[in-house]
């Protein structure tokens, strides 16, 4: 019976991700997510307290699931430019093999109350300074031209979420190939 809970609370936050991020979080019922799973609305309660309890832990599942991703990587033992080229193509093929939560998270995560937001902001802003780090150990180096960090940081993740409004799993360009020329076009751009 466990096993049967977890997979029809996996197949609600898959299922309530790809509404919120068709349809916006406030453009979303109870309703519309319990027709799509083929359970009563009563029965959802099961699950979680409410529809803002389903925003949240998407956007925390999001965050948990790129840091999981990205740290490791950070912690290689390689030239920060090498590593950071590892990094972005992790975080493209990532943000398009979980589409819906990541963008969810990206767009919608403003519709969470103040506490729930402050705890996700509080993971986005660790895997940024994921990113910052291995940015400003390239500027020490001598790696990467000297420009502002912090920009150069905010830049970096902007263009690599910015594929979840274009791109398409119909597409001709496979994600790994659209995940090299973004870590070719930022590092060509960033190097000495």
């Avoid at 819906?100 to 996700?120: C, D, F, Y």
Wanted: proline letters at 2%; aromatic letters at 8%.
């Amino acid at each position: 019976m466990r096993e049967i809970n977890r997979v029809k609370e996996a197949e609600l936050y898959r299922t309530a991700a790809s509404l919120f991020n068709k349809n916006g979080y406030t453009g979303t019922s109870m309703r519309q997510i319990c027709k799509s799973i083929g359970i009563r609305e009563s029965s959802l309660y099961h699950y979680i307290r409410g529809k803002e309890d389903l925003l949240y832990h998407i956007c925390e599942w999001s965050m948990y699931h790129s840091l999981t991703a990205i740290e490791p990587i950070a912690q290689l033992p390689l030239r920060p430019d090498l590593k950071l080229k590892k990094m972005i193509e992790k975080h493209i093929i990532i943000l398009i093999q979980n589409a819906n939560e990541h963008a969810t998270m990206l767009k919608e995560m403003r519709s969470l109350s103040v506490p729930k937001r402050r705890k996700i902001i509080r993971l986005r802003d660790q895997y940024k300074s994921i990113f910052r780090e291995v940015i400003e150990a390239g500027f020490q180096q001598k790696l990467f031209n000297a420009v502002d960090i912090k920009v150069m940081t905010f830049a970096l993740l902007g263009m690599m979420n910015s594929i979840i409004r274009w791109y398409s799993v119909d597409g001709e360009t496979k994600i790994e190939d659209i995940a090299a020329i973004f870590s070719d076009l930022f590092l060509k751009g960033a190097r000495r």
